[in-house]
């Protein structure tokens, strides 16, 4: 990797933590999300329906939750940036984006559930089993789709580096949230909100 590369991840991974990571309950849940993604890295390479379970039923479903509910929308006097900025100028997901992911992410059981064939695409599931690991490999499906399909687009909007340095830090950042946020449950047990010092350190 060139140093250009490194300084572009660094920044893409400063922007998002600055931007939106004020909460200590998102960063919490951002903990929680990456541990868990974490363990779904792992079972890739013994289950990989079970790791798609697990990766959207706890790891995507506790990081947006973090973001949807827990993050302050309102200006941001730290970084002297509207929320309608910031999301603006959102290299990867913004929560208009994430919307439509999570819908995607919503109706694949609905699909599965009414047409356990999709229309005749796979083999039908006989058993609730089946049905899961049909529901898994969807989920494993968009997952992959959904971090393609975006780093497509950014080399499009932008340029082939900074889509690769987004893919990049989308897959590496279960590792960085763990090392960013393993105090944030602490922070919060003592009753702090919000991370009055997230900004003035850069990582």
């Not at 929560?95 to 699909?111: D, E």
Request: aromatic share 12%; hydrophobic share 50%; with cysteine.
């Amino acid at each position: 990797m060139s140093a250009s590369f490194l300084d572009q991840l660094r920044t893409q991974r400063w922007d998002d933590h600055r931007y939106y990571h004020h909460s200590r309950i998102n960063q919490s849940l951002h903990l929680l999300s990456a541990l868990s993604f974490l363990c779904a890295y792992g079972l890739l390479f013994v289950d990989p329906a079970l790791a798609a379970l697990l990766a959207w039923g706890v790891s995507m479903t506790s990081r947006q939750a973090g973001h949807f509910l827990f993050e302050p929308k309102g200006y941001d006097h730290v970084n002297q940036a509207t929320h309608e900025h910031k999301e603006a100028i959102k290299v990867g997901y913004n929560l208009r984006r994430k919307v439509v992911l999570m819908a995607a992410w919503a109706a694949i059981p609905v699909l599965l559930w009414l047409q356990p064939s999709v229309f005749g695409l796979i083999e039908p599931a006989t058993d609730l089993r089946g049905y899961w690991n049909d529901v898994g490999l969807a989920w494993l499906a968009l997952g992959v789709t959904g971090l393609l399909m975006r780093t497509l687009h950014l080399f499009h909007l932008y340029d082939v580096s900074t889509g690769l340095v987004w893919a990049t830090k989308i897959i590496t950042d279960p590792f960085h949230d763990v090392l960013l946020y393993w105090r944030a449950p602490l922070a919060l047990l003592k009753g702090e909100l919000i991370d009055l010092q997230h900004a003035q350190h850069r990582h």
